[in-house]
């Protein structure tokens, strides 16, 4: 059956592949892409195959058309990355690429970083799609060089851009969607962009979503099946976000002001014969940002980043085997963060910038004798980038500097480090769009807090865990009469991870220790081609394709050695088939994963098996003059299958949401 | 595994002062060997899995032949054990199976056949059974939230509950007195506590070292409490208690300890913790003399012998062999038989992770 699956993938991988033979190139007329003040903040539109490193880009077009509504679902259609999702609307959702750990991917909110010094992965199902532009994952360095210096700590960036507003004739805009769907899910939202004047405008938003979340799904135990319905997976939560645009003096002026404050069950594994669940987590997040930039002079820009958060989370386990039958997790956290960076153009095909970050962070919990950590952060960074219409070479190094303070207990020695990065794009022929990439990245993650201090777990004695990032990549890009747009590019990559920071069994407690090394080897292929058909239908095709090889090479003796690393399938292919028409747009997705293993030894009781998911979208957009209503609809999981992407998770089956957005 | 097991089945428990004998109801009229002679027939080493992957499982040794069956359990039953089964009691024609997260006992005929499922659960939250001990026809679980529950081994139904407090582990039984640790889970205690089995209520509790998990008693009522410690200053140890008196006597003390008692001996594994991986390293293999109170002066496993990552051990009582399990909890463990002599007899790579326990099934023949 799945071998089916893969067949139809392999078809429609095979199609497009024909469609480009039978196309007549162009030349790429893309204009040098010059820096300036206004262009620095709002930047054009990256082609994704003229970067030097793999960028992948969900617009907000696309984001509709699939009918996507939290960032996992976006998230999971890029090539190259792994997403855990532990199931339902609150289950959490974190995304590793090719191979490394999801701590070492950065997680960017309209260009700041979010961080979460305990974990270091953040969840991505607290986001929602909703007033999002654009999602965008970077594999390696971007090409960008004016960010701030923590877009180049980590192996890869997934930035999501918030939409900014925009007036035609009017002072205002006004947004409302009201949606819903099965297992009791309730999706409402409003936002309202206001014009203060000529430099200045404001956007505010709140949404909140709701759901039981219990939603039936399949077991096997061996010959045993049963029906069982998914308990304690309800989710409460409201975001509210507020952003000033303005221009002062020539400069670029954004600010934002952010709450997040949410209420969830955690369903928990599943667990045979005891299916009792009373976990549950409570979050609150807070923050602000500024990010100030300005052009002193044609040659010269300069810009700023500040931010402020507040994190705090509340975990409640109700069980006997605690005392007074209760178990309740404080956790409090609290980033002050500056970053400061100039940019100087000295020719046309010439720019360097220097950057530098500081960051505090501290966290407190209720437990005794805590740690109460506090780290100081200094991150600088030196990059330098020619480009012209056929070659882009940009190198970067990056300093950092950390020092931890703590209340009690051991604290590690202070780390400083080096770490460097090129790329480059090159287009062999001045006739076809045609290009070669490469690309190099030397990057580390510290320990988070919980590998360090965590009770008894944490280890003070941890390295940095190591990645180090090779590419090499085919792009191409074009239009024709039957093909508007076309783009394709395959990349092959080497990485290996070196001093993997895991949680490792000792007697009766665990314990965080530098013990692996992952040697990781694949493909990630894309196509994506728009057809006309006529004046007002089009056909829109994207395909992905990714070969993941990662496997564990720590220990010759061990009985996992060369195994496949766990939840990393080594095939994973997406399609989508749009029909745009003035009727009903309709979309078809499919998305197909090969088996995966839960632990490191790849025997047949670790097994997941692979799955393909199959969803339909449809939408309708009705107008009457300023006033437009778009009405949109989806199945999810067309098939109804029970599948599992974390062991013990189970998916929902089929489902379906219904959303209404009035915008005037 | 089919063999037909005729005469008498001899249930043996790592206790061996408690060990119990009883007739099996289904043969009338068994060949009596004139010259009877005790054998173990078989070994089931129970896999404790990993937690959240529900991969408990039960593995089948033949002595004599030299070969494991793998995962009866399932075989057996078409379904798996559960989350983490964290003991296995053999008494008489039944064996009882303790899946700590999957709350349950499953009770089963000696090939693993399942009789009875009992989930056991307490103001509708499940219990967490950790430990079992059999006493007169009754068998006795020790659970997480606090509780020693009495199962009848006739009707297979809970008869009763007795408070000894959070995270009780291990269990003796010494006459008509039932012991056991009492860890506190998560918040570390230093209980031993006492239940008197007539009236089948706490009477008292004695101190010990902080976090006490196992305990074994010797033929004179003696207790070998293993503690845990606070995993900072105060190591993990095995100590005596004396019952009568409520002193305790410190016999071993190491960053890692594992321990079991047969005959006159407790075997013991003390190890050291390796500071880079937090594994245990250098591992003695000491054997004391309980009733002498020293220390014997050759390890039971030979120098030679080199067994990667020893976790537990229990001692078939019929050959004096050593079943010690091994393997990090991040793969599928192994056992390393070891003869008395010390000489390594075989070594099985098991089905399962976190092996936890061997037990013996012993025959007249």
Redesign the interface.
Known sequence: MRAFYYKRLLCLIGWLLFALSAYAQQVDTTKLYKLSGVEVVEKARVSTTRTSNPVQIMTSTSIERLGMQDLTEAVKRFSGVTVKDYGGIGGLKTVSIRGFGAQHTAVSYDGITITDAQSGQIDLSRFSLDNVEQVSLTIGQSDDIFQTARMYASVGALSIRTNRPSFKNKDYNFRAKIGGGAFGLFTPSLQYDYKLNDRFSLSARADWISAKGEYPFTLK????VTEEKRTNSDVQSLRLEGNLYGSIKGGELTAKLYYFDSERGLP???????D?AKERLWDNNFFGQVNFCKSLSDQFTIQSSTKYSYGYNKYRN??????DGL?IDRNTQQEYYLSVGALYNPIESFSVSLTSDLSYNDLENNFTNAALPQRLTSLSVLAAQYQTTRLTLTGSLLGTFITDEVKSGDKPADRKRLSPAASLSWRPFEETNFRIRASFKDIFRVPTFTDLYYL?VG?T?LRPERALQYNLGITWSGESSLFRYMSASADIYYNKSEDKIVA??????W?M???GEVESKGVDINLQTEMPLNSHMAVLLTTNYSYQHAIDVTDK????YRHQIQYTPRHTGTGSVTFENPFVNLTYSLMAVDKRY????N?P??RIDGYVEQNISLNRTFRLGRTSLRLQGEILNLEDRTYDVI??YPMPGRSWRLNAILTF | MKKKIYFLLLAIFFVSPFLFVSCSDDDDDPDINPDPELTTSGVYILNNGSYGQNNSTLDYYNPETNELTKKVFNTSNGRGLGDTANDLLVYGSKMYIVVNVSSTIEITDLEAGSLQTISLTRDEQPQQPRFAQPHKGKVYVTTYDGYVVKIDTTSLEVEGQVEVGLGAEQLSIVGDKLYTAVSGYMTPMTKVAEVDLTTFTKTKDFEVIVAPRWMQADKNGNLYVMSAGNYADIKQTVQKLDTKTGETKVICEDEYVSMTLAGDYLYIISAKTDSETWSPIDAKYLKYNVETETMEEKEFVNSSVEINYPTYLDVDPVTEQIYITAGLATNTGDVYIVSPEGDLVNKVELSGYNPVCSRFLTILE
């Open positions: 135990n061996g010959k045993l928990g594994s599943i667990i045979y014969y005891n009792y109700i069980d006997n085997k605690y005392p178990q008894r280890n004695k490792s069994p000792t007697m009766y407690v314990k220790i530098n013990l003796e061990s009985k996992y839960s632990l490191s030894q025997i009781d670790n062991k013990y």
